[in-house]
């Protein structure tokens, strides 16, 4: 239903009677109906049957969606997702704050920020997982809206409490409901039900120590082996899995025969280890994977023909086939959305590369445990036409069943028969640190590119180049000197209308000396003026001082340093007003915006800042820390906090989601506004916490501790103020 603030408006002013607002009201609404505010899903269509993806008897996962049309005086959206059941109404995804240049949603992803849902109270996605079964409705509601949505620091967000803080800055909404059914056996049995309130998921890192010998693991360690692959692949067990672990970068020609190019280019992707399941069994219901659903021998991932999420696996549709759109490599594969490279169909050019290439040669392995042969029969026999079921495997006298790759739709393995933990399939980490954003939306260009050609050059660094419509692009990248798993990027693609751009993106965390781009004018702390003047500053973790656009001090203590907690000291000279500039920044050891990943106190971290200006020739101070600073995040992490208790939090992916962007260029410049930017947030000294150096100062009692709002999830800062002469 749609719904128009300022058809409301008018028709209230031109009422007389209650029963005439009613009439004129209805008559708003329909009108409302004709306006281009629509909300659609690329997986599901109004009215029609939510796949199971999306609920608990699948991945557990939001589904994507879209809107367009919204009033173009719309600043941000929020987002209900709700059912009304006989005992009242149920909500299972709330969002606000989402801004204005977001028009959609992918799977899984989140954005804005998070309030709860009905299920298990917590500030998440909750699945449709009704009690019982039968077909049930569920409304998403986006809502156009002419402010941010403000709530105070104890208010529960809740679907009554957004409505009520969304009701007078509503322009206008979209909606879209869909529908779901579960069977009794479904309804019974939920294995990716999300966890009750307080019940994290236990981390199994067994895998890393672990070498358990069964038959079944020994089979899949002798498939890589005889394969010629153990070198760059390894394999190692617990009791329930083997872990095929490898770059999932192939060492056979990639990218060569593709038109229909995403303009991503294959990147290695270190310590990726699939599980393959040692006890497979025989599952109620097939399951489809909006992602790897095996891997390969040699270590690269294995996706189905598709080139747009969940397959209907009943229907063949040409339109997403990967290898019907001119997407893939001679060899069968091409690097998807991550830079990582991945096959779907038939690996033929690792086949090649293989010292066993008979036809009983295992060529990789589903997650759910069972082997992928090639084309024929392990037997050297033919595969008869129907012999093969909806997922393209059929039984097998030794696995007790086995995938085939075929010539024909669907190729490779479409869906999974056994039993799999969906929440323990791995996928690519994401290249990290694109605050520009100049990776982040390319696409295909239409009618396909020519020419594409990857090649690896003497220094080390690899290159994708073609061209189209005359005109040549390329994407180049090379080991970067500092940073684990980092890569300088080099590019000039379609997507981004042939600009040159550069980069440096990584698997692992980013170099941490990657801060706001700024300057440094004047690194003498003795700044020219008249006035004699002394800046003393905490931090949690790190700062710098700018009087201008000249670097004043930088926090001595590196970020990285274990509790670099500090209080600094710095005498200088000025000239009133002066205008203070400051970066401010809590540790973090990627885009995730936690620290101690891994370890058992693996956590978001807090920040905190402090400081006071004093004229050292009358002894007074003349400036403090308070909210009159105007502050701008550039880092917020992670925009869901459920992130730190994710057992292998990915930046990028679940609730590990993050904003980042880079400073305006001329923020240190005197006549840069900031008008739009927010007063910094006073925090008190327990919530801080303040340590090592800040009981070394003497702080005048109205100076105050600073940060945004949120300590946890606001890692770095930007912040100005301009510093009037006392009278």
């Known amino acids: 239903m749609m719904k128009n603030t300022y058809a409301f408006l008018l028709s209230a002013l031109c009422c007389v009677t209650l029963s005439a607002c009613n009439e004129q009201n209805s008559q708003s609404l329909q009108q409302s109906n004709l306006n281009d505010f629509t909300l659609t899903s690329s997986k599901v269509s109004g009215g029609g049957n939510l796949p199971i993806t999306y609920t608990c008897d699948g991945q557990s996962i939001s589904p994507p969606l879209n809107w367009s049309g919204a009033p173009d005086t719309t600043k941000y959206y929020a987002l209900i997702m709700d059912h009304k059941a006989p005992e009242g109404m149920h ?276 997650y759910d445990g069972y082997p992928l042969y090639g084309s024929k029969n392990p037997d050297g026999s033919a595969i008869a036409k129907g012999d093969l079921d909806v997922c393209n495997g059929q039984a097998d006298d030794t696995f007790g069943y086995r995938y085939q790759t075929s010539a024909t739709p669907p190729y490779i393995i479409q869906c999974l028969v056994g039993e799999v933990d969906t929440a323990k399939l791995p996928r690519v980490s994401p290249l990290n640190g694109d605050t520009q954003g100049i990776r982040a939306d390319l696409r295909p260009p239409q009618g396909g590119v020519k020419n594409l050609t990857h090649t690896i050059s003497e220094n080390g660094s690899r290159t994708m180049s073609y061209s189209y419509k005359g005109e040549n692009y390329f994407t180049t990248y090379s080991p970067a000197s500092e940073g684990k798993d980092c890569y300088n990027f080099k590019q000039k693609t379609i997507s981004n209308g042939g600009k040159v751009q550069t980069g440096t993106f990584c698997r692992g965390p980013q170099p941490n000396h990657l801060t706001p781009t700024v300057t440094k004018q004047n690194t003498n702390p003795a700044i020219t003026g008249k006035h004699n003047l002394k800046l003393e500053a905490w931090a949690d973790n790190w700062f710098t001082a700018y009087i201008g656009e000249q670097l004043l001090v930088e926090d001595s203590v590196p970020i990285t340093t274990e509790r670099s907690f500090n209080a600094q000291s710095i005498t200088f000279s000025a000239n009133y007003p002066i205008e203070l500039n400051l970066i401010i920044k809590d540790f973090k050891q990627n885009d995730t915006g936690l620290e101690y990943i891994g370890a058992k106190n693996q956590q978001m971290g807090d920040g905190g800042f402090i400081m006071q200006l004093t004229d050292t020739n009358t002894n007074k101070v003349v400036a403090v820390s308070n909210k009159s600073f105007k502050c701008e995040i550039l880092h917020k992490a992670p925009l869901n906090k459920l992130c730190e208790s994710e057992t292998n939090p990915v930046a990028g992916e679940g609730a590990c989601t993050f904003m980042s962007k880079e400073a305006p260029t001329n923020w240190l410049q005197s006549n840069f506004d900031d008008t739009n930017w927010a007063n910094a947030v006073e925090h008190n000294f327990a919530d801080v916490g303040p340590k090592d150096g800040y009981d070394d100062i003497n702080w005048d009692e109205n100076a105050k501790f600073i940060w945004g709002e949120d300590l946890e999830t606001d890692n770095t800062l930007i912040c100005k103020v301009t510093i009037e002469q006392p009278l």
């Open 91 to 366: 909500w299972y995804w709330t969002m606000y704050n989402i801004t204005a240049d977001k028009t959609q949603i992918k799977a899984g992803e989140t954005l804005g920020e998070v309030g709860s849902n009905s299920v298990n109270d917590l500030n998440q996605y909750a699945p449709p997982c009704s009690k019982g079964p039968g077909e049930k409705s569920y409304t998403y509601t986006v809502y156009a809206l002419s402010a941010p949505v403000t709530f105070n620091s104890d208010t529960k967000v809740d679907r009554s409490a957004l409505l009520a803080a969304v009701k007078d800055i509503t322009l206008d909404t979209a909606s879209m409901t869909v529908k779901y059914s579960r069977s009794a056996n479904s309804a019974e049995h939920k294995p990716n039900a999300r966890p009750k309130p307080n019940e994290q998921p236990k981390p199994d890192k067994s895998y890393l120590t672990a070498n358990v010998k069964s038959p079944r693991c020994d089979a899949i360690t002798q498939s890589v082996s005889n394969a010629g692959f153990d070198k760059s692949v390894s394999v190692t067990c617990d009791e329930q899995y083997a872990y095929i672990a490898s770059s999932t970068y192939p060492d056979h020609e990639v990218m060569t025969g593709i038109t229909g190019t995403n303009e991503q280019i294959p990147v290695p992707a270190k310590d990726y280890a699939a599980p393959i399941k040692l006890n497979p069994k025989k599952a109620k219901a097939i399951t489809t994977i909006d992602a790897a659903v095996g891997v390969a021998v040699n270590g690269v991932p294995i996706y189905d023909y598709s080139s747009q999420g969940e397959l209907d696996v009943n229907s063949y549709d040409e339109k997403h086939d990967t290898l019907a759109l001119g997407q893939l490599d001679i060899c069968g594969g091409h690097a998807g959305r991550g830079d990582d490279y991945h096959y779907h169909v038939s690996p033929t050019c690792m086949i090649d590369t293989m010292k066993n290439q008979s036809s009983d040669a295992i060529i990789g392995w589903a």
